[in-house]
């Protein structure tokens, strides 16, 4: 599998800020552990339509959406 993450975020997969609650800490973890295997994250737009796709909606343009 190709690793089409930016080389900034694959040496520097946790943020600057600590996450104040025990999910932020639960889900910062497993964006470091998805990023140490060499998965790729997705963009904005790659997130929006995935949720529309389980959603069941049809596919719109996002250049509204902010």
Known sequence: M???TPARLRKKPLLE??????????LLA??????TAGMR????GEVLEEVRKRRGEVK???????
């Open 30 to 35: 497993l964006r470091a552990r998805a990023l």
């Open 60 to 66: 719109t343009d996002d250049t509204h959406v902010h």
């Open 17 to 26: 800020a600590a996450p104040r609650t025990e999910l932020g800490r639960r």
């Open 41 to 44: 994250l997705l963009g904005e």
């Open 2 to 4: 190709r690793n089409n």
